[in-house]
């Protein structure tokens, strides 16, 4: 198809387009004058731009590739994530893009794959993403719409479905109301119908850009009743589909078969029947039919290789129902038993005897390995966290369904939901369901309240930081920074105003958009460790206790005074002297000492100290070691002879004095364990090796020693936490 101006758009529209396109980019450096409450608004307002007008689509799509070349000439790599999600977004969306601003797109894509990480990464995606638009227009559109919206049909049985959480702790029953108003109905509640035609029209503009009459067209779908709907929709998506599983589709052939549909629906006298007439004779069977008038397509056998041939050839048509067999291979029976059958028992279907097999250990292992793959991070105190996947786009056959979960709140909540992860690993290491038919995606959205990061309460520690966790992925991700950071308090603040004004936010949506793009564009994964705490306790007869924590545990000592002496004065008063304070108790702690040079060396030491926290969030770039860094209190640093840091991965701490002291899970008041004697920290480890293990160790001499399936599996449990682009370095 020839390259074609889009005459919808003006050049005051495009020189608007710009000018938002590069306060963003204004905005990534700093140099925007919008307030801390108000970033992420210049995004949100860009994409309403084209929503409003879907011909300017391809538009922003010239002025992105534009500013990316721009940004690759100049070494400028802050920009290229943000503006790739940019123009991406606007891609899924367009009615029209020319064949040579595809091409151009693709060239870009593929030269990122000579970046280190995440660049190759995020580039690998696109370039997949955009060739398959570019052979099939309008594949990405409506695989989104049939995925978020579950519409049934045979050929694309991909959903997914999003959940959000929100801290009760945090958020008040009048903020709850708000939100709930704020983001249920910027759903509109549109029919399956109503999606059905949107995809029918998207899919026909982007395939014959300008020759295509879209009110035309969405003008007839309206008329027509229910079931020629259904049967338009079925034929579209049949068309896309199959055209999009060809390896190198043909192009015209596909347009050929859109714009012939797209006549029958216009133009037609009596649209129902003759669209009726139309689907029934080119069945989307024969789509791949060489017998096809419409669509010579190649015979998909010839061009097989021979190792495809051989897998081909093996394939079973037997459906193991003794009628469906041909004469020649009906098993030998005695006619005895025949003869004394009536019609009704011949007539019956009998299935063939079959071995019936019981799922091993080993395939329930297997199972549970391949979800995690997907996840796997580095080990905790080796090298620097990392981010991203394994899994190569089109690699390892997709999962049906998908579940978004975004949780809204602080570290605590975080820290619950690393508490429920865990819980479902363990069931599922047991007896894997849900790992083998679903994808899960966890995302984050920090919430503060201004009043509790200001106040001190019983509930808080007094100056500290509740969004640890966002404020390291805001560092790491600049466009996690703008987009979902500046959430922190733009959303009570959304909620007052919306409790105090009473007005439906349904014109504008802006919270519900802000998710919506962050679950769509949010793919690249930040791996967090998950550290597991052993609390022993001083009464003796009471259990031991295992819990999970993501960002800090916090030990306090009770504070205890001691006087050395006292001095009689005069009279029956007595004057108190040589006064030594003796806060907290004397601890003993033994660690392994972790280091970029994979060295773990085991160290002990005791202190006097009034408490400590271990921390799993790094505070700066410099010390971005995927480890914990444990500080002690003042005071017990210059009597320890230390620098009051100590960076490890495994510890065990306890006192000499049966001092019982408090340990705090996440800054979570409400996992605070009191009257403790002891506790050991270390990694997580992922339930599915250790019941491995356990399997294995009868067969190994050494408990240390990992052998069979154990030596290929990933021992720690990380939680992934999708961000835009992981971790730029």
Same mark, same amino acid.
């Given at each position: ?415 619950? /939901? #690393? *508490? ?5 690993? &363990?069931?599922?290491?047991?007896? !894997? %369901? =849900?790992?083998?038919?679903? +994808? ?53 603040? /959304? #909620? *007052? ?5 009473? &007005?439906?936010?349904?014109?504008? !949506? %802006? =919270?519900?958009?802000?998710? +919506? ?213």
């Amino acid at each position: 198809m020839e390259t074609k101006a889009n005459p919808g758009v003006t050049d005051a529209m495009e020189s608007d387009l710009l000018r938002s396109v590069h306060a963003i980019l204004l905005e990534l450096d700093g140099h925007h004058t919008a307030s801390q409450f108000n970033r992420g608004m210049l995004r949100w307002t860009l994409h309403k731009k084209i929503e409003r007008n879907p011909t300017n689509n391809s538009t922003l799509v010239k002025i992105a590739v534009k500013e990316l070349e721009r940004a690759e000439r100049s070494d400028n790599k802050l920009h290229i994530i943000p503006l790739l999600h940019t123009l991406m977004y606007a891609i899924v969306q367009a009615v029209y893009i020319p064949d040579d601003l595809y091409k151009r797109v693709y060239e870009f894509c593929k030269r990122l794959l000579t970046l280190p990480q995440p660049y190759c990464t995020v580039g690998l995606s696109h370039a997949v993403r955009v060739k398959s638009e570019r052979l099939t227009p309008g594949v990405l559109y409506q695989r989104m719409v049939l995925s978020e919206q579950n519409i049934k049909n045979e050929l694309y049985q991909y959903h997914e479905k999003v959940f959000v959480f929100a801290d009760p702790a945090l958020f008040s029953m009048e903020m709850s109301a708000a939100l709930s108003s704020e983001i249920e109905p910027a759903s509109p509640c549109k029919s399956h119908m109503s999606y059905m035609c949107d995809v029918i029209v998207h899919t026909m503009q982007a395939a014959l850009g300008d020759s295509c009459d879209a009110p035309a067209l969405e003008h007839m779908l309206k008329v027509k009743g229910q079931d020629m709907i259904k049967l338009c929709f079925r034929e579209v998506v049949a068309t896309v589909e199959v055209c999009a599983e060809e390896a190198g589709g043909n192009h015209s052939l596909y347009t050929g078969r859109l714009q012939q549909l797209y006549r029958t629906i216009v133009n037609s006298a009596n649209p129902g029947k003759e669209l009726a007439k139309f689907t029934r004779s080119t069945s989307p069977n024969e789509l791949l039919s060489s017998d096809s008038v419409l669509l010579e397509m190649p015979d998909p056998v010839s061009d097989l290789t021979s190792s495809e041939l051989l897998r081909l050839s093996i394939l079973s048509t037997d459906s193991g129902i003794e009628r469906d067999l041909p004469p020649s291979e009906l098993p030998a029976v005695s006619e005895e038993p025949s003869a004394g059958r009536s019609e009704q028992e011949q007539g019956r279907l009998f299935r063939r005897g079959g071995i019936k097999m019981k799922p091993s250990v080993s395939d329930g292992v297997a199972l549970l390995q391949d979800t995690l793959e997907e996840t796997r991070a580095s080990p905790p105190g080796k090298l620097q966290r990392r981010s991203g996947s394994h899994e190569l786009p089109g690699g390892r056959q997709q999962k049906l369904y998908t579940a978004r979960i975004v949780v809204m709140g602080d570290d605590r909540i975080v820290g619950r /939901l #690393a *508490k429920a992860y865990y819980s479902l690993r &363990k069931r599922e290491a047991r007896r !894997p %369901f =849900l790992t083998q038919k679903l +994808s899960l995606q966890i995302y984050y959205v920090p919430v503060t309240h201004e009043e509790q990061s200001s106040s001190s309460t019983k509930e808080n520690t007094a100056g500290s930081d509740l969004c640890q966790l966002a404020a390291y992925l805001g560092r790491v991700d600049p466009w996690y920074e703008n987009n979902i950071r500046s959430l922190c308090h733009m959303i009570p603040k /959304l #909620a *007052k105003m919306k409790s105090f004004s009473g &007005k439906s936010s349904e014109a504008n !949506p %802006f =919270l519900a958009d802000v998710i +919506s793009y962050y679950v769509r564009m949010g793919g690249q994964p930040v791996h967090f460790c998950i550290y597991s705490v052993k609390i022993a306790f001083t009464c003796l007869t009471k259990e031991h206790v295992e819990d999970v924590f993501v960002t800090q545990l916090q030990v306090d000592i009770p504070e205890c005074m001691i006087f050395s002496g006292t001095v009689k004065g005069k009279g029956t008063l007595t004057r108190k002297k040589n006064i030594t304070e003796n806060f907290g108790a004397v601890m003993t702690i033994s660690y392994k000492k972790a280091s970029l040079s994979n060295r773990e060396v085991e160290k002990g030491l005791s202190l006097q100290t009034s408490g400590l926290v271990m921390k799993a969030i790094p505070s700066c770039e410099t010390e971005d070691l995927d480890c914990l860094i444990v500080s002690f209190s003042e005071g017990s640093k210059a009597k320890a002879g230390v620098d009051g840091k100590i960076r490890t991965c495994n510890i065990k701490i306890g006192t000499l004095e049966q001092k019982p002291f408090t340990v705090c899970l996440d800054q979570d008041y409400r996992r605070i364990f009191k009257n403790v004697a002891s506790i050991e920290v270390s990694p997580c480890l992922e339930p599915g090796y250790l019941i491995q293990k356990m399997r294995n160790s009868r067969f190994s001499v050494s408990d240390q020693e990992d052998i069979g399936l154990t030596k290929y599996m990933s021992k720690a449990l990380p939680l992934p936490i999708n961000t835009f682009a992981g971790i730029i370095q």
